[in-house]
């Protein structure tokens, strides 16, 4: 069992920086590839990006490449999400997941966090 929780959402102005982190619990949490997914309100949920077990891969959504970095922090049970250069279109609830691949496709992931909100203003 994986227990996550995000932190770092909250209200920044469109060209501003927010850093998401992913707090995990349990022992096993370096075995678990990482994914980071977003919702905005009337939409569908939406694969921002993803880092490899080991940290030695990531995969990012077209939108986001170059503005967002993912890492991860095995010593700390902790994943990040770096977001610069930031537009209204970023706002969302984001989540973060954990499972066998870092796999684009949310069906991938067997764990999930609670969210945090996006929000950037324009």
Avoid: H
């Amino acid at each position: 069992q994986v227990q996550l929780v995000e932190s770092g959402g909250g209200l920044v102005q469109a060209g501003g920086s927010l850093r998401l982190a992913c707090a995990a619990s349990g022992r096993t949490f370096s075995r678990y590839a990482m994914g980071w997914f977003r919702q905005a309100p009337g939409k569908e949920r939406e694969f921002v990006a993803a880092i490899s077990w080991s940290g030695s891969s990531t995969r990012y959504t077209d939108s986001v490449k170059g503005r967002f970095t993912t890492s991860r922090d095995v010593a700390k049970n902790t994943v990040y999400l770096q977001m610069n250069s930031l537009k209204p279109e970023d706002t969302a609830v984001y989540y973060c997941a954990a499972g066998n691949s870092y796999d684009s496709s949310w069906l991938a992931y067997d764990y999930w966090g609670q969210g945090t909100q996006v929000t950037v203003s324009s």
